[in-house]
């Protein structure tokens, strides 16, 4: 069993940045890949970034340039760096574990709201 826990959300001006943690607690030996994702009201829940083991990222075309998605495997935490931000990136944002053996884990969501 993960759990995840997000921090860091909340309300921002259209340029301005904001700084997403998620803290991993209980077999964090076996994450694999970590990662954001978020979902805005009447949509889908998309991917934002995601970072292997071996510190491969990957970024949602909307996102690239503007975020950064680092990870510290001793401390267990992943961070998402919110550079530009833009009214539609307003969200819930959803840190997610991917665990061996056991699936994808999900964190309870951190809202990110953009004003313009």
């Known amino acids: 069993q993960v759990q995840l826990v997000e921090s860091g959300g909340g309300l921002v001006q259209a340029g301005g940045s904001l700084r997403l943690s998620c803290a991993a607690s209980g077999s964090t030996g076996s994450i694999m890949a970590m990662g954001w994702y978020r979902q805005a009201p009447g949509k889908q829940r998309e991917l934002v970034a995601t970072?292997?083991?071996?510190?491969?990222?990957n970024y949602a075309d909307s996102v690239k340039g503007r975020f950064t998605i680092s990870r510290d495997t001793a401390k267990n935490t992943v961070t998402l760096q919110m550079n530009s931000l833009k009214a539609e990136d307003t969200a819930v944002y959803y840190c997610k574990a991917v665990v061996w053996s056991q699936g994808a884990y999900w964190g309870q969501g951190t809202q990110v709201t953009v004003s313009s």
């Open positions: 970072i292997s083991s071996g510190g491969s990222t």
